[in-house]
């Protein structure tokens, strides 16, 4: 009989190599996976059974096999990996390579070189909208996100927002985008058909966003402030501070539980949200340096 689980966090561990796999129901660390040297980014496929993994030190992919939770592989590539994700088709592999300012076009099972697609200075977060034609890339030393024309491959258009621009989030209809900007503490959302938008304060270098289960508010991390700011979507303000761990960064939302994950540097654990209360519900110990950038929850829905 297998076990029954609302879904999995994948958190990368920056300091000793390795990904924790929490299970969201229980909220309890069930496998440490070895992977590449210093992991930061993560996507999951629930539809190709795995969890892609950056590693920025090792130059390399790690691939985990998420019914086994073993590691399948590490694939090379060139430069600093740090953004990562996977097309809604789960077919294509986008990886943001840190210094030299481009990216890379995988097959998302063979992990082969497809293109590269250059882009703006230092490229870190990035999202697809959810009929995969657009990607939307975070540019830190440019201060801007590229949208790319995923049919063509070339960037469509620049959109401006704060400083040092880094996570990045998508609505679920992908009418409206979410640029953390980590100088100007603030994150931009932005209409996704107008390319226009507003900048809404939050807390101290903020890190990275996710949108609650049902699109009403954002989490945001404040990596200075060691918590999460609270934005209501339809008053364009922050409402309220939740404090976590040490050094939040990674942080995401399990869509059956409706719970906020936020991966904490500094404490090396992994903080639980209620994402209807907005209460902290309890903190996971997890692997040294947790980071976590990107989507790293992988939903199954309960039999």
């Known amino acids: 009989m297998s076990l029954c689980f609302a879904g999995s966090a994948y958190i990368t561990n920056q300091g000793e190599n390795t990904v924790s796999v929490i299970d969201t129901l229980s909220n309890q660390v069930i496998n440490t996976i070895k992977v590449g040297l210093k992991p930061v980014g993560v996507t999951v496929s629930s539809i190709n059974h795995r969890a892609y993994i950056s590693n920025v030190d090792g130059q390399s992919v790690s691939v985990i096999d998420t019914t086994k939770n073993k590691l399948i592989n590490t694939y090379p590539i060139k430069g600093s990996p740090v953004g990562i994700v996977i097309s809604p088709d789960n077919k294509t ?41 657009k990607l939307y890339i975070a540019n830190r030393d440019t201060n801007d996100i590229a949208v790319i024309d995923t049919t063509t491959r070339q960037i469509s258009h620049r959109i401006a927002v704060g400083k040092h621009p880094f996570g990045l989030a998508i609505s679920k209809n992908g009418n409206e985008l979410y640029v953390v900007n980590v100088i100007s503490n603030s994150v931009s959302v932005i209409n996704t058909t107008s390319l226009k938008g507003e900048a809404i304060n939050v807390g101290d270098h903020p890190y990275c966003v996710t949108p609650s289960k049902d699109g009403l508010f954002l989490f945001v991390t404040n990596t200075q402030d060691d918590s999460v700011s609270v934005i209501d979507l339809a008053k364009k303000q922050s409402i309220a501070t939740i404090k976590v761990g040490e050094v939040p960064e990674g942080i995401n939302t399990d869509d059956l539980t409706g719970n906020i994950y936020v991966a904490n540097w500094g404490s090396n654990q992994v903080s639980v949200i209620d994402g209807q209360t907005q209460k902290l519900i309890t903190q996971i110990k997890t692997g040294d340096k947790s980071r976590a950038f990107g989507h790293f929850i992988l939903q199954t829905s309960p039999q």
């Not at 992990?111 to 250059?118: F, N």
């Open 93 to 133: 592999l986008y990886v943001a390579d840190w210094t030299d300012d481009r990216i890379y076009v995988l097959d998302a099972i063979t992990l082969k070189a497809q293109t590269e697609i250059k882009d703006g200075k230092a490229p870190a977060g990035m999202v697809i909208s959810p009929d995969g034609k």
